[in-house]
């Protein structure tokens, strides 16, 4: 596909979007394909247009919230002064918005950033506002690859109109992030090209007349002391804004904040007539676990606030998909000269998510497009284990690595026939941090794909029982039966395909030692879609966007929030390719990322409730610092030596704590359905027993009943302390909560009394007598809802249905309509390995939300944290960091 050619599509993508925007009600896709035709004639396209019309549907579909944000109440701020400055020209923010147009964003979306940005621009400090000195502190929490740097990027232009003149972008700890994000820059900011060898007009800078705003670095080039030394400038000498886009290191925000003090700064230390604006881009990356002197937290964050404290006048903003962060530790931990902390004492601003967003929802919470789309590992620990060292000879790969790169090559050719054939197309493999193991790991790729491009030159054009009779075809007719057999397209359209995915096929090593670079950009110029396989660890997991990502194969085990989120490269959008998208995982991380994508769903909830509670972002931090999958674990479990116990604070208000370890001794399970029959019979004292559509509940029993249920059932000794947590924390809300619910799960119809009909479960992890269950989950979704009323139905339907952004009802929701805690009882049928025989008994306690300062110590030994947050890496031998 030649670049004139994707000129032409875009240009009718493009009008037919705006077309379509003016219309009263949504189109069908017959209409689409009709105006898609009426265009096409004018422009005297006769190209195919099925990517034309689907990028249209998605247009037309697309929808975004406006967010909610949580401010401090009681400072003297007004959010409305954006709108009160009628001398604000908003050249950049409107030069924004048309470059995302011209980019193929639907109307709408861009009319969405535009009211978000301007929102968040309300939270920061009006440029001109009277006062010498001032400063704010914000936090902007969104999804791993659903656009914050377009939402910052629009919140620069924003704040260089109204009159910030010096903006810090503080990118990621590796180069190529931060050339990346350079890179959007220059061309939706500053509307030039940074490159040395290439300083034309780019992007926004293309319109006639358009104001460039000033620079210090480039694509090639971090912020360096002697080059802004050399210039001589002064921040006020420029009456447009000045942006410097840096990596986050202590030697580059040192080498800054020297030449800000020395050229900048008046007689007492200050910079007084120039308002800053500092972007914090994955701001809880400072929380890393390292003793590596140019990446120490302590030392990055102190930083950063030095650099603040030398204007007068500034604003911070951290933005992050991940806030479990040390962005929420106690302040108090750093030294009183670096001034005041980052906390974002001032405001917290959630953004949703487009409605077109891939992400932890459709990946891993809901059963349906989960089955599709996840594949567990099960074969890499005895070939490139967990704990491998850097030397250990890696003697051959997985199959199911094999398996993933044969997907990948039959999605490729699924995608061409979709006239796709011009858009980049990428596989990710992360299975190592170690340079020389992701080095053996891109040969053995590269000498299958050799094998596989071979087989199919060969047998593309060749009959099918002669084709079959090739291994490598055989892999690839495989990978299409298993996978996309409903994907639109026979095999033998797909087979004659095949040729055409090796005509740009490269395999990258990319990490921080790495010469290789994925530069789509330079294929995109030429026309072509690149198809890139890439090997990586660190480099691939945070910030890095993989265009076209389709098939993601990751086995690494680390078990910290914010690293494993990040690695998740495969959320993102993907239009038009979204039903081929496969992530293989271990079933460790499956779990873990279903625990964490529910975990970072209730903050948000929990932000929410708080806005409508009237209480300011120190309860939020307070309440974070206390949650259960909070950092302060995985910091204090760094300082502790072996058996050493710490006392945590912890809170569970609005979570559910299920005991996703189940014992599979006989005799306990006996015991603990002894138990469930007696309590039974008695109807947990003498309460009247109440049918569901899942079994019955018994409505208001003592919390000293539940109690003593919890106290005697037998938990696996794995399980023994989160029971322990869960009877405390009933005592610690008993006061406001004296009774709660308890619901016995029994599907169907029973056949004998007092007898729990069973739910079936698939044994994948047992060790031991330990089972653990799939997700960390025992109840099912939305059991929740059983034994509430119709009208408390109907008021958690209203409740998902608040806001700017309606959802349908979840057990949040229904957990925070009963507003008590509520006692789940299991009887689990296990089947999937013969090893373990049913039933086996489980519970799960949810607690009401709004228990913002209720919290209860927590002992933890190093046992139960390596348990709960997984042995980190150690980060010393780490390898993929830039020097």
């Not at 933005?319 to 040390?326: D, Q, R, V």
């Not at 995985?634 to 050493?644: D, F, L, V, W, Y």
């Not at 056949?751 to 729990?756: A, D, G, T």
Request: aromatic residues 8%; charged residues 25%.
């Amino acid at each position: 596909m030649s670049l004139t050619v994707i000129t032409e599509e875009r240009n009718i993508a493009n009008a037919l979007i705006s077309g379509l925007a003016n219309m009263a009600e949504t189109p069908t896709r017959e209409q689409v394909e009709e105006k898609a035709r009426q265009i096409a004639a004018i422009f005297g396209y006769t190209g195919d247009l099925r990517n034309i019309v689907t990028e249209a549907m998605i247009s037309v579909d697309t929808r975004m919230g406006a967010g909610v944000s949580l401010v401090d109440v009681t400072a003297k701020h007004d959010d409305q002064w954006v709108h009160k400055r009628e001398d604000v020209a908003w050249t950049y923010a409107e030069s924004y918005g048309n470059f995302l147009l011209n980019e193929g964003w639907p109307p709408q979306m861009v009319q969405s950033l535009s009211d978000v940005t301007t929102r968040i621009l309300g939270h920061l400090q009006d440029p001109l506002s009277e006062g010498t000195t001032w400063n704010r502190r914000g936090l902007v929490i969104g999804h791993v690859q659903s656009g914050k740097t377009a939402n910052y990027t629009g919140l620069i232009a924003r704040a260089a109109d109204a009159g910030y003149k010096f903006i810090v972008v503080v990118a990621g700890i590796h180069n190529n992030l931060r050339k990346q994000t350079q890179q959007r820059i220059d061309e939706a900011f500053i509307g030039r090209s940074s490159d040395p060898e290439d300083r034309r007009s780019i992007g926004v800078g293309l319109a006639p007349g358009y104001p460039h705003p000033a620079t210090l670095t480039n694509i090639n080039e971090d912020f360096n002391k002697n080059t802004a030394a050399k210039s001589g400038w002064k921040i006020n000498d420029f009456s447009k804004p000045i942006i410097l886009v840096i990596k986050k290191n202590v030697t580059t925000l040192t080498a800054l904040h020297k030449w800000l003090k020395e050229l900048n700064a008046e007689g007492d230390g200050r910079i007084s007539d120039v308002p800053m604006l500092l972007i914090d881009d994955e701001a809880d990356n400072a929380s890393i676990n390292t003793n590596k002197e140019d990446l120490d937290p302590t030392r990055t964050n102190a930083m950063i606030r030095r650099i603040l404290g030398l204007f007068a006048k500034s604003c911070y903003v951290g933005y992050t998909a991940t806030p479990f962060a040390n962005i929420f530790i106690n302040p108090d931990a750093y030294d009183d000269d670096v001034l005041e902390e980052l906390f974002p004492r001032d405001f917290i601003y959630c953004l949703d998510a487009p409605t077109t967003y891939f992400g932890a929802e459709k990946v891993f919470l809901d059963e349906a497009t989960s089955q599709s789309i996840v594949r567990p590992i099960d074969d890499c620990e005895d070939l490139i284990p967990y704990a491998h060292k850097r030397d250990d000879p890696v003697h051959e790969l997985p199959p199911s690595l094999y398996r993933a790169l044969d997907e990948f090559i039959v999605a490729r050719a699924i995608r061409s026939l979709r006239g796709q054939a011009g858009r980049h197309c990428s596989m990710m493999v992360n299975v190592s941090r170690f340079v020389p193991v992701q080095k053996t790991v891109r040969d053995f790729l590269s000498l299958r794909e050799k094998k596989i491009r071979e087989a199919v030159l060969a047998n593309y054009a060749m009959p099918e029982d002669v084709s079959s009779r090739n291994t490598y075809m055989q892999g690839l007719k495989h990978a299409f039966d298993a996978e996309y057999a409903d994907a639109g397209f026979t095999w033998a359209e797909v087979k004659a395909a095949l040729s055409g995915v090796f005509d740009h096929l490269h395999l990258y090593v990319i990490n921080s030692k790495s010469d290789e670079v994925l530069d789509y950009a330079r294929y995109a110029k030429e026309g072509v879609g690149l198809t890139a396989v890439a090997v990586g660890g660190l480099s691939l997991s945070r910030g890095l966007t993989i265009e076209g990502l389709t098939v993601s194969y990751m086995y690494r085990n680390t078990k910290m929030y914010d690293t494993i989120m990040q690695m998740g490269r495969w959320f993102g959008y993907r239009p038009g390719f979204e039903d081929l998208c496969r992530v293989h995982l271990s079933r460790d991380s499956i779990n873990w990322y279903s625990h964490i994508a529910d975990a970072a769903e209730e903050l948000v909830q929990q932000v929410k409730r708080m806005r409508r509670d009237g209480l300011s972002p120190r309860q939020f931090g307070l309440y974070v610092m206390a949650h259960p999958d909070s950092p302060l674990l995985i910091t204090a479990a760094n300082k502790m030596r072996s058996g050493e116990k710490v006392k945590f604070r912890q809170n569970f208000s609005g979570r559910m704590l299920e005991s996703y370890i189940v014992s599979i001794d006989p005799d306990v399970n006996v015991h603990n359905f002894a138990l469930i029959e007696k309590l039974w019979h008695e109807r947990f004292g003498g309460k009247p027993e109440e049918p569901t559509e899942k079994g019955v509940i018994f409505k208001d029993v003592p919390i000293e009943r539940i109690e003593d249920f919890l106290i005697a059932f037998q938990a696996h000794s794995q399980f023994a302390d989160r029971k322990a947590d869960t009877i405390a924390y009933l005592r610690a809300l008993a006061e406001k909560h004296p009774s709660g619910d308890v619901l016995l799960i029994s599907p169907g119809s029973s056949n004998s009394p007092y007898s729990l009909n069973r739910q079936s479960r698939v044994v994948a992890n047992l060790q031991g007598t330990a089972w653990q269950l799939n997700k960390d989950r025992v109840a099912s979704r939305g059991d929740e809802k059983l034994g509430l009323s119709p009208e408390q139905q109907a008021a958690a339907v209203k409740l998902a249905a608040s806001g700017d952004r309606p959802v349908a009802p979840s057990d949040t929701h229904y957990r925070e309509i009963r507003n008590k805690p509520l006692l789940m009882i299991h009887s689990l049928e296990p089947h999937g390995d013969s090893r373990v025989n049913g039933p086996v008994a489980a519970f799960g306690v949810s607690f009401p939300p709004g228990h913002y300062e209720t919290e209860i110590e927590v002992v933890a030994n190093k046992v139960w944290l390596e348990r709960m947050q997984g042995a980190p890496d150690d980060p010393d031998a780490e390898e993929d960091y830039d020097d």
